[in-house]
T-cell receptor
């Protein structure tokens, strides 16, 4: 079993739609959590950190459920420019980042 | 934000040659740098962790004699793929961390194609 699991998708949604991605992690000692965005053939870029209290950045909302070892990302009012692969990332207590496979989002006009 | 420069961005080489990839932190001191590899449609896999002035720590299954890592200064780490073969063709990405901060900054990646 992978340490960080995501549904690879692809998720095909129309512009303006709301879409949610989920991720589960298996190592309960994981300390911090992130969503990264990766465009085709590019490096990953930090989208946002994820906290148990939930955090919001514009159209993006992230949530962590430590008890269920579950992380979510919600994107409201999808834009064409949101098309990318979204990587769920967990930071072990050693400082290493463990990446999920990524979920591909395609926003259509 | 912090900038990490990775060079070259793209390299094609013949089987059996060695390829060196450089990763530089441009505006901060990177006490720890990480090297990842990503095959098509797969996640980034951590290859090794390198701390300035000490030997790199390799992940299970990564051959340290094949992937030589040198972190000689607080701003530069290099990865050398020795005697590259077609199965080494991949996207190699470095990241750098400043001190014990939680954030890693990524280089733009190097696409290696071995013929």
């Amino acid at each position: 079993r992978k340490e960080v699991e995501q549904d690879p998708g692809p998720f095909n949604v129309p512009e303006g739609a709301t879409v949610a991605f989920n991720c589960t992690y298996s190592n309960s000692a994981s300390q911090s959590f992130f969503w990264y965005r990766q465009d085709c053939r590019k490096e990953p870029k930090l989208l946002m950190s994820v906290y148990s209290s939930g955090n919001e950045d514009g159209r993006f909302t992230a949530q962590l459920n430590r008890a269920s070892q579950y992380i979510s990302l919600l994107i409201r009012d999808s834009k064409l420019s949101d098309s990318a692969t979204y990587l769920c990332v967990v930071n072990r207590n050693t400082g290493k980042l463990i990446f999920g496979q990524g979920t591909t989002l395609q926003v259509k006009p | 934000g912090a900038v990490v420069s990775q060079h070259p961005s793209w390299v094609i080489c013949k089987s059996g040659t060695s390829v060196k990839i450089e990763c530089r932190s441009l505006d901060f001191q990177a006490t720890t740098m990480f090297w990842y590899r990503q095959f098509p449609k797969q996640s980034l896999m951590l290859m090794a962790t390198s701390n300035e002035g000490s030997k790199a720590t390799y992940e299970q299954g990564v051959e340290k004699d094949k992937f030589l890592i040198n972190h000689a200064s607080l701003t530069l780490s290099t990865l050398t793929v020795t005697s590259a073969h077609p199965e080494d063709s991949s996207f190699y990405i470095c990241s750098a961390r400043e001190g014990l901060k939680n954030i890693q900054y990524f280089g733009a990646g190097t696409r290696l194609s071995v013929l």
